[in-house]
């Protein structure tokens, strides 16, 4: 194992356990209710994993799109360069071409973020509920999404791809980053409680 | 002061917790609030609320908040921002979940208003109005000190004047009668002030054949504890109406039109209570519905020729699941039925929720915040807005005289009662 290797090793060790904690922390939320419920929990929570997600489907969305794509798109940039750190740490190799093909995605998640982080901070009501954390958890992503990117189309890269990673990693607990492990929890329960009271579903 | 509201912080239910961990200050959610589309102050938006509560919630609930504060803009709470907070709280939001079912995250900012609401609770920071109701309906059992003798007074009175207008001598207005099928649970404010809306109801269950009564005490459906979030005295409040139906031995509970009553009876009672009920919880909305649909009650939408339009309670609609009842009603007892835009769950507060009629040191906003519903029914042209809520009836009375909107405000009931075709003359 190289020594950017076992730093991302450590890394996502301490990001795991300490995410994992920080959602324990919060304690386990109570299964169904009292009140007889008049619709579906679970076609609440299917609803919010599924169609919630469409730009339509909500006026937040839908009145800001642009912003809302680029979050999308930041997002999914995201899970695949993470997906794509993880490897790094297998003993498996990636063929060429699947790294030449995620290398767009990686410039263009990079883009989004880097317009969401201008948008932050030139947006007047945006910057006022801006926090130092948003800007470096923000850079931190694009950090480690530009020498993704890089590493795609260079593997030489891939050390420096590997620190970005351990990088983000380490400070994911400490900010609004962990919102990765939180948001499933508030999504799944916000497709309950509509659900369950036959709004959504 | 501090202290106490701390605590509440600290025995956070884990459901808040996830959405203060999930906020990522986007603030996609601001122009779902009526609040912020009105005053366009940074404030006022979802997030910045939400915001509020989050910055303590790190300070007392994250390492990082405690270590490297100024990362995450984590604060101490100060009787300064005690106050800050009241003021967004309560003078900013009426937690009418429009911002909830809007998060693009899917977080829920009005839950997370809620726990600043039960930390001011603890520090004893509720604005005076809401507390003097809370107090009241603790002490005598309704939020208006309405003494039985008065309700079963004017329930008389009201029984008389039904048979002398209608002619006939059967209508009643039962009180207090043990083994009937139905409680009708009342909000006072109708036996003050709306009793029209009562005897357009007594109307019904006669038209309807219902085996029902009213109760002279504990007949109290609003819950100003539920507004102000303070658990212990919404379950005192809530458990006095279902201990005296459960007395009265009825299959189903039925709460006037009363978007809160309704919320806090039918979902958040069984909850704050942690049991389930012996009897149904429904509103009188679904009730009518199902007379019209069952053909128990005839409508004849001729009777009501004028325009109507419908404003739909938050805490009904959005947060109640009550969303077609009331417009199959209307189809058939309006002749020109007209919805505002937008409707059903995405409509717009009146600006009245979430206690902010009872909080007079916020009315001038409350009343600026309902410029929208104002303009939304104007729009519509509607000549009477009809809305299942006598809360909102109050606001968008206020609305009706401050924006010179020339409407008629009328409760489901007494729209349905004026088309309704009486027994000896239906089919």
Request: proline content about 5%; aromatic content about 6%; overall charge positive.
């Given at each position: 194992?190289?020594?950017?290797?076992?730093?991302?090793?450590?890394?996502?060790?301490?990001?795991?356990?300490?995410?994992?904690?920080?959602?324990?922390?919060?304690?386990?939320?109570?299964?169904?209710?009292?009140?007889?419920?008049?619709?579906?929990?679970?076609?609440?929570?299917?609803?919010?994993?599924?169609?919630?997600?469409?730009?339509?489907?909500?006026?937040?969305?839908?009145?800001?799109?642009?912003?809302?794509?680029?979050?999308?798109?930041?997002?999914?940039?995201?899970?695949?360069?993470?997906?794509?750190?993880?490897?790094?740490?297998?003993?498996?190799?990636?063929?060429?071409?699947?790294?030449?093909?995620?290398?767009?995605?990686?410039?263009?998640?990079?883009?989004?973020?880097?317009?969401?982080?201008?948008?932050?901070?030139?947006?007047?009501?945006?910057?006022?509920?801006?926090?130092?954390?948003?800007?470096?958890?923000?850079?931190?992503?694009?950090?480690?999404?530009?020498?993704?990117?890089?590493?795609?189309?260079?593997?030489?890269?891939?050390?420096?791809?590997?620190?970005?990673?351990?990088?983000?990693?380490?400070?994911?607990?400490?900010?609004?980053?962990?919102?990765?492990?939180?948001?499933?929890?508030?999504?799944?329960?916000?497709?309950?409680?509509?659900?369950?009271?036959?709004?959504?579903? | 002061?501090?202290?106490?509201?701390?605590?509440?912080?600290?025995?956070?239910?884990?459901?808040?917790?996830?959405?203060?961990?999930?906020?990522?200050?986007?603030?996609?959610?601001?122009?779902?609030?009526?609040?912020?589309?009105?005053?366009?102050?940074?404030?006022?938006?979802?997030?910045?609320?939400?915001?509020?509560?989050?910055?303590?919630?790190?300070?007392?609930?994250?390492?990082?908040?405690?270590?490297?504060?100024?990362?995450?803009?984590?604060?101490?709470?100060?009787?300064?921002?005690?106050?800050?907070?009241?003021?967004?709280?309560?003078?900013?939001?009426?937690?009418?979940?429009?911002?909830?079912?809007?998060?693009?995250?899917?977080?829920?900012?009005?839950?997370?208003?809620?726990?600043?609401?039960?930390?001011?609770?603890?520090?004893?920071?509720?604005?005076?109005?809401?507390?003097?109701?809370?107090?009241?309906?603790?002490?005598?059992?309704?939020?208006?000190?309405?003494?039985?003798?008065?309700?079963?007074?004017?329930?008389?009175?009201?029984?008389?004047?039904?048979?002398?207008?209608?002619?006939?001598?059967?209508?009643?207005?039962?009180?207090?009668?043990?083994?009937?099928?139905?409680?009708?649970?009342?909000?006072?404010?109708?036996?003050?002030?709306?009793?029209l809306s009562?005897?357009?109801?007594?109307?019904?269950?006669?038209?309807?054949?219902?085996?029902?009564?009213?109760?002279?005490?504990?007949?109290?459906?609003?819950?100003?504890?539920?507004?102000?979030?303070?658990?212990?005295?919404?379950?005192?409040?809530?458990?006095?109406?279902?201990?005296?139906?459960?007395?009265?031995?009825?299959?189903?509970?039925?709460?006037?039109?009363?978007?809160?009553?309704?919320?806090?009876?039918?979902?958040?009672?069984?909850?704050?209570?942690?049991?389930?009920?012996?009897?149904?919880?429904?509103?009188?909305?679904?009730?009518?519905?199902?007379?019209?649909?069952?053909?128990?009650?005839?409508?004849?939408?001729?009777?009501?020729?004028?325009?109507v339009?419908?404003?739909?309670?938050?805490?009904?609609?959005?947060?109640?699941?009550?969303?077609?009842?009331?417009?199959?009603?209307?189809?058939?007892?309006?002749?020109?039925?007209?919805?505002?835009?937008?409707?059903?769950?995405?409509?717009?507060?009146?600006?009245?929720?979430?206690?902010?009629?009872?909080?007079?040191?916020?009315?001038?906003?409350?009343?600026?915040?309902?410029?929208?519903?104002?303009?939304?029914?104007?729009?519509?042209?509607?000549?009477v807005v009809v809305t299942?809520?006598?809360?909102?009836i109050?606001?968008?009375?206020?609305?009706?005289?401050?924006?010179?909107?020339?409407?008629e405000i009328r409760t489901l009931?007494e729209v349905?009662?004026?088309?309704?075709?009486?027994?000896?003359?239906?089919?």
């Amino acid at each position: 194992m190289t020594a950017s290797a076992a730093v991302l090793l450590a890394a996502l060790i301490v990001a795991a356990a300490s995410l994992a904690r920080a959602r324990s922390g919060i304690g386990s939320v109570r299964g169904p209710g009292y009140a007889a419920a008049r619709g579906s929990e679970s076609a609440g929570v299917r609803y919010a994993f599924t169609s919630a997600f469409l730009p339509w489907a909500k006026e937040s969305a839908g009145g800001h799109l642009p912003t809302y794509l680029a979050g999308i798109v930041y997002h999914a940039g995201l899970f695949a360069m993470l997906a794509r750190l993880v490897v790094t740490l297998l003993p498996v190799s990636v063929p060429r071409v699947l790294d030449l093909a995620l290398a767009p995605l990686l410039g263009v998640a990079l883009a989004c973020g880097l317009g969401l982080l201008a948008k932050r901070l030139t947006t007047p009501t945006l910057r006022a509920l801006s926090q130092p954390d948003d800007v470096v958890a923000n850079l931190l992503v694009d950090l480690a999404l530009a020498s993704a990117a890089g590493a795609a189309l260079s593997p030489g890269v891939s050390p420096a791809f590997q620190l970005a990673g351990a990088l983000l990693l380490v400070y994911a607990p400490l900010g609004k980053l962990r919102h990765m492990v939180f948001l499933v929890t508030s999504r799944r329960l916000w497709g309950q409680y509509y659900g369950r009271r036959g709004v959504r579903g | 002061m501090t202290a106490p509201a701390l605590g509440v912080l600290a025995g956070l239910d884990p459901r808040v917790a996830a959405s203060l961990e999930s906020c990522v200050r986007c603030n996609l959610c601001a122009e779902s609030c009526h609040v912020f589309l009105e005053d366009g102050d940074p404030a006022s938006a979802p997030a910045a609320k939400v915001d509020r509560v989050a910055r303590l919630y790190r300070r007392y609930r994250t390492w990082s908040g405690r270590v490297v504060p100024w990362l995450t803009g984590a604060r101490d709470l100060t009787p300064g921002i005690l106050e800050d907070l009241k003021e967004a709280a309560f003078g900013r939001c009426t937690m009418c979940g429009r911002c909830t079912l809007n998060c693009a995250v899917g977080l829920d900012p009005a839950a997370v208003i809620g726990l600043a609401r039960a930390m001011l609770v603890a520090a004893g920071k509720v604005p005076a109005g809401i507390q003097a109701n809370v107090a009241a309906a603790l002490e005598t059992g309704n939020s208006m000190r309405i003494p039985p003798e008065e309700v079963r007074e004017t329930l008389a009175w009201l029984e008389q004047d039904l048979r002398e207008s209608t002619g006939d001598p059967t209508v009643s207005l039962p009180v207090d009668r043990p083994g009937r099928r139905v409680l009708y649970a009342l909000n006072p404010r109708e036996i003050k002030f709306f009793p029209l809306s009562i005897q357009a109801a007594g109307l019904l269950f006669h038209a309807a054949h219902e085996s029902w009564t009213l109760t002279s005490t504990d007949f109290d459906i609003t819950n100003y504890a539920y507004f102000a979030c303070d658990r212990g005295a919404q379950a005192a409040i809530s458990r006095k109406l279902l201990e005296r139906a459960e007395a009265l031995g009825v299959e189903r509970l039925v709460v006037a039109e009363c978007g809160h009553g309704y919320r806090s009876l039918r979902w958040e009672a069984p909850e704050v209570l942690g049991r389930r009920l012996p009897f149904e919880i429904v509103s009188f909305v679904e009730l009518l519905d199902e007379y019209v649909a069952g053909g128990r009650v005839t409508l004849d939408a001729a009777r009501n020729r004028e325009r109507v339009t419908l404003h739909d309670p938050c805490n009904l609609v959005r947060n109640g699941g009550v969303i077609e009842p009331q417009r199959r009603v209307l189809r058939r007892a309006a002749w020109d039925f007209v919805e505002m835009t937008p409707n059903r769950e995405h409509a717009y507060c009146c600006g009245g929720g979430g206690g902010l009629l009872a909080a007079s040191e916020y009315a001038a906003r409350r009343v600026a915040a309902g410029r929208l519903k104002a303009e939304q029914i104007r729009r519509t042209g509607a000549k009477v807005v009809v809305t299942p809520c006598h809360n909102c009836i109050d606001q968008l009375l206020e609305l009706n005289k401050h924006y010179d909107l020339g409407v008629e405000i009328r409760t489901l009931a007494e729209v349905a009662a004026d088309a309704l075709i009486p027994p000896n003359h239906a089919g």
